[in-house]
Nanobody, 122 residues
Framework: QVQLVESGGGLVQAGGSLRLSCAAS????????MGWFRQAAGKEREFVAA????????LYADSVKERFTISRDNAKNTVYLQANNLKPEDTAVYYC???????????????WGQGTQVTVSS
């Protein structure tokens, strides 16, 4: 069983930065890919970024490339999402997820956190 707990969300002005964290419990964390997804009000959940268990490969949505960076610390069972140059359209609930393969599809991720709200004001 894997439990995921996100933190680090909040209210920030456009152009600002936030670092989201996702703390995982369970040994399986160190062998699973980790992903970040987000869901804005009235919209479907969308892929943001993902990282392989080894940290050697990453994927990003086009909308966040060059602004967001995903990383992980397997010793701390934690994955991070550094979000820079935030825009109002980045406003959403951000979820972390764990799954066996590095993919962008939400259906491939078996475990999900409860989410953390990110609000970007203009």
């Amino acid at each position: 069983q894997v439990q995921l707990v996100e933190s680090g969300g909040g209210l920030v002005q456009a152009g600002g930065s936030l670092r989201l964290s996702c703390a995982a419990s369970g040994r399986i964390f160190r062998t699973y890919a980790m992903g970040w997804f987000r869901q804005a009000a009235g919209k479907e959940r969308e892929f943001v970024a993902a990282i392989r268990w080894s940290g050697g490969s990453t994927l990003y949505a086009d909308s966040v490339k060059e602004r967001f960076t995903i990383s992980r610390d397997n010793a701390k069972n934690t994955v991070y999402l550094q979000a820079n140059n935030l825009k109002p359209e980045d406003t959403a609930v951000y979820y972390c997820a764990a799954g066996p393969v590095l993919v962008t599809g939400a259906n491939e991720y078996a475990y999900w956190g409860q989410g953390t709200q990110v609000t970007v004001s203009s």
